[in-house]
């Protein structure tokens, strides 16, 4: 019987933390924050140097969609060392349009990887000076929000001919944090079921042995 009780006490014990990980799941808003109605749109590496003219007819095309506000192109160096490496780079014009906080006067400004799941924007100037010569790594499309912009936009990237995206839908940060949350329910509930099992199982060979 005992082995009983404490299933039942660890089965409410994750289902407590997994209501608790739904009430801190929504994304925080407010300044120097990446707005919630901004799709994040991760590409997949390549090693062919881009089209700088078909790259800006493709942004200037999903510009258009009906509901979109804005598309910058975000650039990555992840190799050799310096003040780049592991930030995100963009345009200073572009990282103005994101409207995350005061951006340094330099024509190629990064800005801490971060930002893309919360956290305040830090802009300082990029060592880099030409963002042609780098590969784009993040397309961030800003919409009004409305779930037929959002849509669109998914719809337009994954058809994209120049970005390619993996087959991977863009999302928005709170898309990011209920995706965390439904792992960390999956993991709660697989944790639960397996104490569960186990004390069961424990109390079941117990009243077994005392049946005998």
């Known amino acids: 019987m005992s082995g009983l009780v404490v299933a039942v006490f660890m089965v409410s014990v994750f289902a407590g933390a997994a209501t608790t990980a739904d009430r801190s799941a929504a994304p925080s808003v407010g300044p120097g924050l990446l707005a919630v109605s901004t799709l994040i749109q991760y590409l997949e590496p390549s090693s062919d140097a881009p089209d700088p003219a078909e790259t800006d007819a493709e942004c200037a095309r999903l510009a258009a969609i009906p509901g979109v506000t804005g598309v910058v192109t975000v650039y990555r160096h992840d190799s050799g060392d310096g003040p780049d490496v592991g930030r995100l780079l963009l345009l200073a014009d572009a990282a103005n349009g994101l409207g995350l906080g005061a951006v340094p006067s330099a024509a190629v400004v990064s800005v801490n990887s971060d930002v893309l799941t919360g956290a305040p924007a830090v802009f300082t100037p990029a060592e880099a000076t030409d963002v042609a010569k780098l590969t784009p790594s993040i397309l961030l499309l800003g919409t009004d929000g409305s779930t037929p ?3 669109r936009a998914r719809t337009a990237l994954q058809s994209s001919t ?19 949350l439904q792992s960390m329910a999956a993991s709660y509930a697989t944790l639960t079921y397996a104490v569960a ?16």
């Open 149 to 151: 912009a959002l849509e």
């Open 162 to 180: 120049i970005f390619t995206t993996g087959g991977v839908p863009a999302g928005t940060r709170t898309d990011l944090a209920d995706d965390r």
């Open 197 to 212: 099992a186990s004390r069961l199982g424990k109390t079941t060979n117990l009243a077994a042995i005392r049946y005998e």
